[in-house]
């Protein structure tokens, strides 16, 4: 098991999945609004015109990061990693939590690496969730801070500065290392997702020699083990099966034996989090690939060498990191072990 198999088996566990929802609060405007309030109150209350000072520089800040967001995503418009449709760049909740550390941090020098902290777990939690790519959030601090720092050096008079020492230099670094790493572990897991991952917008299709459609009654006489029954989603419209537990087979016949490329439409079982399942697929005993799934809906390629194939019946095996029952995760009776749900397989 390598490193980024490792900080899989840790995300998908049901706490993190938790934490990682709660985490993201700390950049939604309602949660920017409550500290205004609180940092405005406590102004009044101790007749602290700095503190009040604060609150109404806070509450600007995210203001002006939230629209300077807005126009830069419909300007730029860069596609999501699991709904493309949909503007990703910047990360508003990135932006506006790395524009709130920096006020807060201003306000109160002494907090500054929880304030950080929390705007660097806001950042990987939009990771976790998929709704944007590392540079997305990346970008987005950037940007927080590029709307803040002009703000906060002309309205916020800095109080004395904690003193350096050893203890604050080594809690800022673990901030930093902790930033560091998840923005690392999730463009690593980017990396590996688009090593297989294709556009078929942009993909040149000549016609299939096989074609398999899942959740057909003619499909299923090539199914072997590992298989649920045929679904209809989408109104009918889309016919799948879903794997059962971590391996399933099924046979396909090649009229011809050369290089070809194997194309598959997958939808792994994610029921918040990021994916982090993966498929190795064999054919006739021989290992081809491992695929690194994303969330949702995506087609993979890869290529097949003519040595491991043959003419007539070859056997397609597939297994999978991990399988999951809906019960454990989600308010259902359905108890099935599922792992990934397929809907087409070509060979060109």
Request: charged share 15%.
């Amino acid at each position: 098991m390598d490193v980024i198999e490792l900080g899989c088996s840790i995300l998908r566990t049901a706490l993190l999945e938790r934490l990682m929802g709660l985490f993201g609060y700390f950049g939604h405007g309602s949660v920017a609004s409550i500290i205004t309030l609180l940092l405005v109150a406590h102004g009044h209350i101790n007749n602290n015109q700095r503190t009040k000072r604060a609150g109404i520089t806070f509450f600007a800040t995210v203001l002006l990061t939230g629209i300077a967001t807005e126009l830069l995503r419909h300007v730029i418009s860069v596609p999501r990693p699991v709904r493309p449709s949909s503007p990703g760049f910047p990360s508003g909740q990135t932006s506006v939590a790395f524009a709130s550390a920096s006020v807060l941090t201003a306000t109160f020098p002494a907090f500054g690496p929880l304030f950080y902290l929390l705007a660097m777990l806001t950042a990987l939690s939009r990771l976790y969730f998929r709704a944007h790519f590392t540079s997305d959030v990346v970008g987005s601090a950037i940007i927080g801070l590029l709307v803040a720092m002009p703000i906060i050096n002309k309205f916020i008079t800095r109080p004395h500065a904690p003193e350096p020492g050893l203890t604050r230099f080594g809690i800022w670094t673990g901030v930093a290392v902790l930033g560091i790493s998840g923005l690392a572990f999730f463009y690593a897991m980017e990396s590996r997702i688009d090593a297989y991952r294709v556009d078929l917008q942009s993909t040149q299709n000549g016609p299939a020699i096989v074609s398999v459609d899942f959740g057909t009654a003619e499909t299923r006489s090539y199914l072997r083990y590992g298989w649920f029954g045929d679904e209809q989603w989408l109104g009918g419209k889309q016919t799948v099966v879903w794997s059962n537990g971590l391996a399933s087979e099924l046979t396909i016949n090649l009229p011809k034996v050369l290089n070809s490329r194997f194309r598959l439409r997958l939808f792994p079982y994610a029921p918040k989090g990021a994916a982090c399942q993966t498929v190795e697929v064999r054919i006739n005993d021989t290992n081809v690939h491992k695929i690194f799934l994303e969330k949702g809906w995506h087609s993979y390629e890869f290529i097949v060498p003519q040595t491991a194939v043959k003419i007539g019946a070859n056997s397609v095996q597939f297994f999978y990191d991990h399988s999951e029952s809906p019960r454990a995760r989600e308010n259902t009776t359905d108890a099935r072990s599922l792992g990934v749900a397929f809907d087409k397989l070509e060979v060109f």
